[in-house]
């Protein structure tokens, strides 16, 4: 019988003969194997911590620009994001429009 399953093996032979047997050998290739998986986790976890974050932006958006009464312009001033990015949040969310449609922007409709 293997010493390894007997309860008179030295744990440290013990030890040995089961990182030999199963343990691969670290290699130039393991370790760029292990860097590569250990940066692809770091990026899946950075891109749910932004996804995230952008959520909680976009709600704070869309409750200063519907509860609070803010306009996208005073939102952009006050966040330091494009006057273009806190439109598209507020599009995105269906938020209605805060003023009439220019006359350009109506003529730009009727011709779609």
Not at 1 to 18: F, G, I, Q, S, Y
Not at 61 to 72: I, S
């Amino acid at each position: 019988m293997d010493r390894v399953h007997t309860h008179e093996a030295n744990p440290a032979e013990a030890k040995a003969l089961w990182e030999d047997q199963f343990m691969p050998e670290e290699t130039p290739v393991t370790r760029l194997q292990a860097a590569v998986a250990a940066k692809d986790a770091a990026e899946e976890k950075a891109r749910e911590i932004r996804d995230q974050g952008a959520a909680v932006f976009a709600e704070a958006v869309v409750l200063a620009l519907t509860q609070d009464g803010m306009k996208p312009k005073e939102v952009a001033d006050a966040t330091g994001v494009s006057y273009e990015t806190i439109r598209r949040i507020a599009r995105a969310a269906e938020v209605e429009r805060l003023r009439e449609p220019t006359v350009t922007s109506r003529r730009k409709a009727q011709e779609s």
